[in-house]
């Protein structure tokens, strides 16, 4: 009986490279690491955390996967600390988020909960700091809802864009930041589960009166529409979920 050759890999503790990796990061955030600083190599990293050389691969996995650092190669390769852009870290707030999204740990109503408090604070910044450009891409959304033939998947689109200007409008980073990945990763997951139970009239209506609401300058306006989306919005899942539920009976 012929004699097979394996050939494993070596073996790599999860928990370990786990570690390795957390403390690289904290080196990153407290700044002992800087954007473009060159890490050690595997070899010398292997040997200050007295791990095999797998391990230290598996924990630089982990750091790449979050955009955190990069590889070069040639004579002047090796591993640095990536300076990620805005997009890079956005898309990876949204794809978690969706990812959490889609093995239940968020509902419905808190997903439209938070939507709804965290538009409030923005829509506030919008009243004051909105402008010109911003005023007319929300109206061009606008036009663009109203066409009668716009399919739903191109109206919840211009749905989600609408909300992305509105947070643009609010000038501030970091609430455009948060913002995003709560539109781009949660309201097309509401948008799939209301929009046969929804009226377009009605959330025209409601965008119409949000855009109302910035050129008049009218804070409690703005806030009573996000206010009211919310309500329509909750009120329209429920009928959906029953709806649901009752398919699944019968």
Excluded at 105 to 120: G, K, M, N, T, Y
């Amino acid at each position: 009986m012929d004699k097979k050759k394996l050939n494993y890999e070596p073996i790599v503790n999860v928990s370990l490279a786990k570690q390795i990796s957390e403390k690289i990061l904290e080196s990153i955030t407290n700044g002992t690491l800087k954007a473009d600083d060159q890490l050690p190599t595997e070899e010398v990293l292997a040997g200050q955390f007295q791990v095999s050389r797998p391990t230290i691969r598996e924990a630089l996995k982990r750091l790449a996967a979050q955009s955190l650092i990069r590889s070069r190669r040639g004579p002047t390769g090796g591993t640095f600390v990536n300076r990620p852009s805005y997009e890079e870290v956005s898309s990876n707030l949204c794809t978690s988020t969706a990812f959490l999204v889609s093995l239940g740990e968020f509902s419905i109503p808190e997903i439209l909960e938070a939507r709804r408090d965290l538009e409030l604070v923005c829509i506030q910044h919008a009243v004051e700091r909105r402008d010109e450009e911003e005023l007319n891409l929300l109206e061009q959304e606008l036009l663009i809802q109203k066409d009668t033939n716009l399919s739903d998947t191109e109206f919840c689109a211009s749905d989600v864009r609408f909300h992305r200007c509105l947070a643009n409008a609010c000038h501030n980073p970091l609430l455009q930041f948060i913002m995003f990945s709560v539109i781009e990763a949660l309201q097309p997951i509401e948008n799939m589960v209301v929009f046969r139970v929804r009226d377009r009239a009605v959330i025209i209506s409601q965008h119409e009166k949000i855009l109302d609401a910035l050129r008049l300058r009218n804070q409690e306006l703005a806030s009573d529409v996000i206010f009211e989306q919310t309500a329509y919005l909750q009120e329209r899942f429920r009928v959906a979920q029953e709806m649901s539920d009752e398919k699944n009976v019968n």
